[in-house]
């Protein structure tokens, strides 16, 4: 919702996990932690639309005259 009030897209939500803090504490991600887990692969989609659409925007940057 807040999203939509400030007119930018909403990126997702990541699950409130304790293997978050764990993995933190090792210094070892959880997406290669645990990797099927729910924030894991939470991670990993909002890592995935945050590259993709850096990349189309540095590829609009890049075609500009």
């Given at each position: 919702?807040?999203?939509?009030?400030?007119?930018?897209?909403?990126?997702?939500?990541?699950?409130?996990?304790?293997?978050?803090?764990?993995?933190?504490?090792?210094?070892?991600p959880?997406?290669?932690?645990?990797?099927?887990?729910?924030?894991?692969?939470?991670?990993?989609?909002?890592?995935e639309?945050?590259?993709?659409?850096?990349?189309?925007?540095?590829?609009?940057?890049?075609?500009?005259?």
């Amino acid at each position: 919702e807040e999203a939509k009030d400030f007119g930018i897209p909403f990126l997702g939500a990541i699950p409130i996990d304790p293997q978050v803090v764990a993995s933190g504490d090792i210094g070892v991600p959880v997406v290669s932690r645990a990797p099927d887990s729910p924030v894991g692969k939470a991670s990993m989609r909002l890592a995935e639309w945050v590259a993709a659409n850096l990349s189309v925007a540095q590829f609009e940057l890049i075609k500009k005259p």
